[in-house]
């Protein structure tokens, strides 16, 4: 028998490391992923200003893993159904019961323009990207524009505010960095207290915040807006996600038992889930990680009922309920966390921060790299 995972972002990572300790040795595991390491995405922003907090982010796959086979190769197309995966390499990968974890790509909405002339931050050479270009800036006093005020957004607008402070801007008047969103708020799919402390913490730090405005069309030195026009120098794009090419660009609706087929699952950000008390569940880390522990105890499940060549009923699955203790978000050298109703701002918060990647980096087994992070947070 075998089970494939596909990506290793936070789910597939997790997923995988819970099989190899839930199924039977006799059972086959392998692990596809485009790169050979595990990054942590919610840490890249990190990157722009300090380069060398790629070291800490970044880890070896092959250290993480026991016995799951590591396929480097990126997924080209997915027949769920079929239990098949076609690879660039033109190799494929089969599976009895598989998990699609290939995260998310970011979503330009068809804006003209904005694939062209905007940045993303998906991996830590977007990040190193975003740097060089933000250098030139300061040094001419430009313009940079960040869209999309998400928790991305807002932690690429605090790091480019921080480095031009460390460059020698003084403030606004030498280099403006500006956030743009369409919804009224930033953070705005999160709590209103949590939603104000980013703000005030983003305008603290000298970050331009424009709400309330559409990007329309894009051009090499313009954002055409509802609200009119605004020019700049270099643009961030953060403004959404989209499903990896391999599903169309699409990230499928799951219930809570992250069940996309008979035998394949899919989970982080991936899919659009539904968790067991109907609510959608955010696209984030935290949710990733803990949709790992259901979808790998389904596949186990569903492995040992295969293995016992059971043909009574079909084991109960377990089903997903989204619930996390709250919200962390970095802005600059500061840090908004939410716990419970509970906001905290200042030295807290990014004590929070630190602890929680560093937790997780500890969690997969890189206690070498959650030191490395915590050095780079904190000090």
């Known amino acids: 028998m075998h089970v494939a995972v596909l990506g290793a972002g936070y789910a597939g990572v997790a997923v995988t490391r819970k099989l190899e300790s839930r199924l039977p040795p006799e059972v086959d595991i392998t692990l596809v992923n485009e790169?050979?390491?595990?990054?942590?995405?919610?840490?890249?922003?990190?990157?722009?200003?300090?380069?060398a907090v790629a070291d800490a982010v970044s880890v070896p796959l092959v250290d993480l893993l026991d016995r799951?086979?590591?396929?480097?190769?990126?997924?080209?197309?997915i027949d769920a159904e079929a239990g098949r995966a076609e690879l660039a390499s033109g190799d494929a990968v089969e599976w009895d019961y598989g998990a699609v974890c290939l995260g998310s790509e970011t979503a330009y909405y068809g804006i003209d323009g904005?694939?062209?002339?905007?940045?993303?931050?998906?991996?830590?050479d977007d990040a190193a990207a975003i740097r060089e270009e933000f250098l030139d800036v300061v040094a001419e006093g430009d313009r940079a524009v960040v869209g999309g005020a998400g928790l991305s957004g807002v932690q690429v607008a605090g790091e480019l505010a921080a480095l031009a402070r460390e460059e020698?801007?003084?403030?606004?008047?030498?280099?403006?960095?500006?956030?743009?969103?369409?919804?009224?708020?930033?953070?705005p799919n999160f709590p209103a207290n949590f939603r104000r402390a980013v703000r005030d913490q983003l305008e603290e730090r000298g970050v331009s915040v424009e709400t309330g405005t559409t990007v329309e069309r894009v051009t090499d030195d313009r954002l055409v807006t509802d609200a009119g026009e605004i020019a700049y120098d270099q643009l961030v794009w953060t403004g959404g996600i989209a499903g990896d090419d391999a599903l169309d660009g699409?990230?499928?609706?799951?219930?809570?038992?992250?069940r996309l087929t008979d035998r394949t699952f899919a989970l982080g950000d991936a899919a659009r889930v539904v968790d067991a008390d109907g609510e959608a569940v955010p696209a984030s880390a935290s949710a990733a990680v803990r949709e790992a522990e259901t979808a790998a105890e389904n596949v186990a499940r569903l492995v040992e009922h295969d293995r016992a060549d059971d043909d009574?009923?079909?084991p109960r699955l377990a089903r997903y309920r989204f619930d996390v203790p709250g919200w962390l978000v970095?802005?600059?050298?500061?840090?908004?966390?939410?716990?419970?109703?509970?906001?905290?701002?200042?030295?807290?918060?990014?004590?929070?921060?630190?602890?929680?990647?560093?937790?997780y980096l500890t969690g997969v087994g890189a206690v070498d790299r959650a030191i490395d992070l915590v050095e780079e947070e904190l000090l």
């Open 312 to 314: 009574d009923f079909a």
């Open 168 to 187: 020698g801007a003084a403030g606004p008047d030498d280099v403006e960095v500006k956030l743009v969103e369409q919804l009224e708020e930033v953070a």
């Open 250 to 258: 699409d990230r499928p609706v799951v219930r809570a038992d992250l």
């Open 114 to 124: 904005l694939r062209e002339h905007g940045t993303p931050l998906k991996s830590l």
């Open 330 to 359: 970095s802005v600059g050298d500061g840090a908004v966390a939410q716990l419970g109703p509970t906001v905290l701002t200042g030295v807290a918060a990014r004590a929070s921060k630190a602890s929680v990647g560093a937790g």
């Open 68 to 77: 799951a086979e590591l396929v480097v190769d990126r997924v080209d197309d």
């Open 35 to 51: 790169g050979a390491d595990h990054v942590l995405v919610h840490e890249i922003h990190r990157a722009i200003r300090r380069p």
